[in-house]
C-alpha cells in the first residue's frame, strides 16, 4: 500500500487523505515527459553528435550545398518560374520543426520554422522526406528510426531540392535528399499552451516560444525608431556613466554599492547632469538611451530598472522641445504604422488599433499636442490666484486647498514640501481632468519648487520653461530648457536642501558650469512606458524581456 506521512505518527493511506481524485492527480504521471526519458538516454550517449558545431557542419557542406534562410527560400520561390532557374540548386537550411506528419512508413512531412528574422511572425517551410527520395543504401529501418527521432521543438538542419507537394495544392517544398541532421533536440516537451499571468511571469522562455516574440520586436522597432529620427537631427549617441560616487540628477534613492576596496558607489538614478557636462563641454546634440535604477516601489508603471532616452541641444527653447517631441512621435508612430502594413494581419489587432488612433487623433490636430498651463490653470480650480501664494511655503499653499481634498491627498502627519503638495495637486487637478485622454496633452510653466535644474520663466519667475507630455493620465515626457547660470543652479539646490524629497547637491557639476555652459534645451522619454502605450500593455512587465525585477528573481 502507498503511505504518505502527514504527521510524525500519521501513516494513514494516502487515497484515504486526498480522496480519490486527488491520490490520482497526485500521483499521475506525465506521460509526455516518459516519452522523452528513452530518447534522452540515447541522446546523453552520443553529446557531439546531437549538439555538433555549426563549423564542422559547415566544413562538411562546402561546395556541396548553398546556405539559404527559410525567408530567403519562400521569397525566392515565390514565383514558381524559379523552379526552371534555380530547381537543380542543392539548398542546406536550419530551423526548428513546428509539426511533423507520417504518410506511412516512407514519407514524412515537417514544418520548419525559422528564428523569425526580426519578423513579427516566424517564416514557415514544408519539408518532405521521402524514402524514396533518399540514398539507395539506406534502409527502410534507418528511415524509420531517423524520423521518429525526431521531435516538435527539435532544431535541424536540412538539405534538399526546391519543389512542390504532390497534391492538389502544389505547395512550396523543400524535397530533403538526406534525412535531417540534429542542431540541438529538445529534452523536455513545451506544454502545449501558457495563458496563466504568473507562469508567464515566472518563465519567459517558454512564454515566447508558445505566444511569440511580437513584444520583443516592436519594444525593438520603437528604440531603432527613436535612434533613426535623433540621428536624421543631427545628434549623437553618448554614454555616460552608470556607477559614481554620486548618482544625482533626480529626485530617487538611489542602489548603493562599494568595490573591493570599500569606495561607496551608486547606480545613477538619471543620465541628466553627466549629459549636462558633454554640452559644456562643447557638444551641440547628444542623446543616451540609458538604464537607470531607483531603489523605489513596484507597481503597473514602474520597475527599479528601467530604460529612458535623454537628449540634450545647445540654443533650443521650450518651444523647439514641444517641436521636436511632436516630430519623434510622428516618426515613430508612422514607422510602427508602415511596419504593421508591410506584415499585414501578422500583428496583434489591439496593437495595430491603439497605433491607428493615436495616429488619427494627431493627424487630426496637425500632429500638434494639446497645452494646458499650470498655474492659471490650477488657480481656477482652486479659485486662487497662486501667483499671490509663496509657493516656497508648504502651509501657504494648503490654505487653498479645500478640507476633504486636503484631507484626501495627505496624511495628517506626513512631511510636505513645496514640491510634494504642487505634485499632489497636480496629479489631482490637472492630470486627471485635463490629461485624461489620448490625445498626447502637455502641462508647461511648473512653479519652481518643482524643478530646480529648469529656466525660469522671464515672464514669470516663479515659473520655468519646463512642459511634461501626458496621454491618458500617465506621464510620458519631462522637457524643459536647463537652468545654466551656475549661481541660480546652487541657489536652487540649497533651497531645496531642507525638504527630504530634495535631490542631492552635485557640486561638481556646478563647478563645471563656471566654464560656460550654452543655454540648452533637454527631454527626458521613458522609454518602456511608451511601449505600454504603443503595444497596448497595462503593466511594464509586459514590455521587459523578463519582466519586473520580481519576475527576474524567480527565472
Same mark, same amino acid.
Given at each position: 500500500?502507498l503511505?504518505?506521512?502527514?504527521?510524525a505518527?500519521?501513516?494513514?493511506?494516502?487515497?484515504?487523505?486526498?480522496g480519490?481524485?486527488?491520490?490520482?492527480?497526485?500521483?499521475?504521471?506525465d506521460t509526455r515527459?516518459?516519452?522523452?526519458?528513452?530518447?534522452n538516454?540515447?541522446?546523453?550517449?552520443?553529446?557531439d553528435y546531437y549538439?555538433?558545431?555549426?563549423?564542422?557542419?559547415?566544413?562538411?557542406?562546402?561546395g556541396?550545398?548553398?546556405?539559404i534562410t527559410?525567408?530567403?527560400?519562400?521569397?525566392q520561390?515565390?514565383?514558381?518560374?524559379?523552379f526552371?532557374?534555380?530547381?537543380s540548386?542543392l539548398y542546406t537550411?536550419?530551423?526548428?520543426?513546428?509539426?511533423i506528419?507520417?504518410?506511412g512508413?516512407?514519407?514524412c512531412?515537417?514544418?520548419?520554422?525559422a528564428?523569425?528574422?526580426?519578423?513579427?511572425r516566424?517564416s514557415?517551410v514544408q519539408?518532405? +522526406?521521402?524514402f524514396?527520395?533518399?540514398?539507395?543504401k539506406?534502409?527502410?529501418?534507418?528511415? +524509420? !528510426?531517423?524520423?521518429?527521432?525526431?521531435?516538435?521543438?527539435?532544431?535541424?538542419?536540412?538539405q534538399?531540392?526546391?519543389? /512542390? #507537394?504532390?497534391?492538389s495544392?502544389?505547395q512550396?517544398?523543400?524535397?530533403?535528399?538526406k534525412i535531417?541532421?540534429?542542431?540541438?533536440p529538445v529534452k523536455?516537451?513545451?506544454?502545449?499552451?501558457?495563458?496563466?499571468?504568473?507562469?508567464?511571469?515566472?518563465?519567459?522562455?517558454?512564454d515566447?516560444?508558445?505566444?511569440?516574440t511580437?513584444?520583443?520586436?516592436?519594444?525593438?522597432? /520603437?528604440?531603432?525608431s527613436?535612434?533613426?529620427?535623433?540621428?536624421s537631427q543631427?545628434f549623437?549617441?553618448?554614454?555616460?556613466? =552608470?556607477?559614481? #560616487?554620486?548618482?544625482?540628477? !533626480?529626485?530617487?534613492?538611489?542602489?548603493v554599492?562599494?568595490t573591493?576596496d570599500? +569606495?561607496?558607489?551608486?547606480l545613477r /538614478?538619471?543620465?541628466?547632469?553627466?549629459l549636462?557636462?558633454?554640452?559644456?563641454?562643447?557638444?551641440?546634440?547628444?542623446?543616451?538611451?540609458?538604464?537607470v535604477?531607483?531603489n523605489?516601489g =513596484?507597481?503597473a508603471?514602474h520597475?527599479?530598472?528601467?530604460t529612458?532616452?535623454?537628449?540634450?541641444?545647445?540654443?533650443a527653447?521650450?518651444?523647439?522641445?514641444?517641436?521636436?517631441?511632436?516630430?519623434?512621435?510622428?516618426?515613430?508612430?508612422?514607422?510602427?504604422?508602415?511596419?504593421?502594413k508591410e506584415?499585414?494581419?501578422?500583428?496583434?489587432?489591439? =496593437?495595430?488599433?491603439?497605433?491607428?488612433?493615436?495616429?488619427?487623433?494627431l493627424?487630426?490636430s496637425?500632429?500638434?499636442?494639446?497645452?494646458?498651463?499650470?498655474?492659471p490653470?490650477? #488657480?481656477?480650480?482652486?479659485?486662487?490666484?497662486?501667483?499671490?501664494?509663496?509657493?516656497?511655503?508648504?502651509?501657504e499653499?494648503?490654505? !487653498?486647498?479645500?478640507?476633504?481634498?486636503?484631507?484626501h491627498?495627505f496624511?495628517?502627519?506626513?512631511?510636505?514640501?513645496?514640491?510634494?503638495?504642487?505634485?499632489?495637486?497636480?496629479?489631482?487637478?490637472i492630470?486627471?481632468?485635463?490629461?485624461?485622454?489620448?490625445h498626447?496633452?502637455?502641462?508647461?510653466?511648473?512653479?519652481?519648487p518643482l524643478?530646480?535644474l529648469?529656466?525660469?520663466?522671464?515672464?514669470?519667475?516663479?515659473? /520655468?520653461?519646463?512642459?511634461?507630455?501626458?496621454?491618458?493620465?500617465?506621464?510620458?515626457?519631462?522637457?524643459?530648457?536647463?537652468?545654466?547660470?551656475?549661481h541660480?543652479?546652487?541657489?536652487n539646490?540649497v533651497?531645496?536642501?531642507?525638504?527630504?524629497?530634495?535631490s542631492?547637491?552635485?557640486?561638481?557639476?556646478?563647478?563645471?558650469?563656471k566654464?560656460?555652459?550654452p543655454?540648452?534645451?533637454?527631454?527626458?522619454?521613458?522609454?518602456?512606458?511608451l511601449?505600454?502605450?504603443?503595444l497596448?500593455?497595462?503593466r511594464i512587465?509586459d514590455?521587459l524581456?523578463?519582466?519586473?525585477?520580481d519576475?527576474?528573481?524567480?527565472q
Open positions: 500500500m503511505w504518505r506521512t502527514a504527521g505518527t500519521s501513516k494513514a493511506p494516502v487515497c484515504r487523505l486526498l480519490k481524485w486527488k491520490f490520482a492527480r497526485y500521483y499521475a504521471v515527459k516518459l516519452e522523452y526519458a528513452g530518447r538516454e540515447q541522446i546523453e550517449k552520443d553529446l549538439y555538433p558545431s555549426m563549423s564542422v557542419l559547415r566544413g562538411n557542406h562546402q556541396k550545398a548553398q546556405s527559410v525567408e530567403q527560400f519562400n521569397a520561390f515565390q514565383d514558381r518560374e524559379e526552371d532557374r534555380y530547381g540548386v537550411m536550419n530551423g526548428r520543426i513546428k509539426n506528419r507520417f504518410s512508413k516512407k514519407i512531412f515537417i514544418d520548419l520554422q528564428n523569425n528574422d526580426n519578423r513579427l516566424p514557415a519539408l518532405i +522526406v521521402n524514396n527520395a533518399l540514398d539507395p539506406l534502409t527502410v529501418e534507418d528511415y +524509420v !528510426a531517423g524520423t521518429t527521432f525526431l521531435r516538435k521543438n527539435d532544431y535541424i538542419q536540412v534538399g531540392f526546391a519543389g /512542390v #507537394s504532390s497534391s495544392t502544389h512550396l517544398s523543400l524535397r530533403c535528399t535531417p541532421s540534429i542542431l540541438s523536455l516537451p513545451l506544454p502545449s499552451k501558457l495563458v496563466s499571468t504568473s507562469k508567464i511571469h515566472k518563465n519567459r522562455v517558454i515566447y516560444q508558445l505566444n511569440g511580437q513584444i520583443l520586436i516592436l519594444r525593438s522597432q /520603437v528604440i531603432k527613436i535612434r533613426e529620427f535623433l540621428y543631427g549623437l549617441e553618448v554614454e555616460t556613466p =552608470i556607477l559614481s #560616487s554620486k548618482s544625482s540628477g !533626480a529626485n530617487a534613492t538611489p542602489f554599492t562599494k573591493k570599500n +569606495v561607496p558607489l551608486e /538614478v538619471a543620465p541628466e547632469l553627466w549636462k557636462r558633454l554640452t559644456i563641454s562643447g557638444l551641440n546634440k547628444i542623446f543616451e538611451i540609458a538604464k535604477f531607483r523605489e =513596484i507597481d508603471v520597475n527599479s530598472e528601467f529612458m532616452l535623454e537628449f540634450y541641444q545647445t540654443y527653447s521650450m518651444d523647439d522641445l514641444i517641436t521636436m517631441s511632436e516630430n519623434l512621435f510622428k516618426s515613430v508612430l508612422l514607422d510602427l504604422q508602415k511596419l504593421i506584415q499585414g494581419n501578422e500583428i496583434n489587432d489591439q =496593437i495595430s488599433s491603439n497605433i491607428d488612433t493615436l495616429v488619427f487623433n493627424q487630426e496637425n500632429w500638434k499636442f494639446k497645452r494646458i498651463e499650470f498655474l490653470t490650477l #488657480s481656477n480650480e482652486l479659485h486662487t490666484d497662486l501667483n499671490k501664494i509663496d509657493l516656497d511655503e508648504p502651509s499653499i494648503l490654505k !487653498a486647498i479645500p478640507e476633504d481634498v486636503k484631507h491627498l496624511s495628517q502627519n506626513e512631511a510636505l514640501s513645496p514640491h510634494r503638495v504642487l505634485d499632489k495637486l497636480c496629479s489631482h487637478y492630470e486627471q481632468k485635463y490629461c485624461n485622454t489620448p498626447p496633452t502637455l502641462i508647461y510653466h511648473h512653479p519652481l524643478s530646480p529648469a529656466k525660469r520663466n522671464p515672464l514669470n519667475p516663479r515659473t /520655468v520653461k519646463r512642459f511634461e507630455l501626458f496621454i491618458n493620465s500617465k506621464e510620458y515626457v519631462n522637457a524643459y530648457e536647463e537652468e545654466n547660470c551656475p541660480l543652479q546652487m541657489e539646490f533651497n531645496q536642501q531642507n525638504h527630504k524629497d530634495s542631492t547637491i552635485d557640486f561638481q557639476y556646478v563647478e563645471s558650469m566654464y560656460g555652459m543655454p540648452t534645451g533637454g527631454l527626458g522619454l521613458g522609454i518602456d512606458r511601449c505600454m502605450l504603443l497596448g500593455k497595462p512587465e514590455v524581456p523578463f519582466g519586473t525585477i519576475d527576474v528573481n524567480t
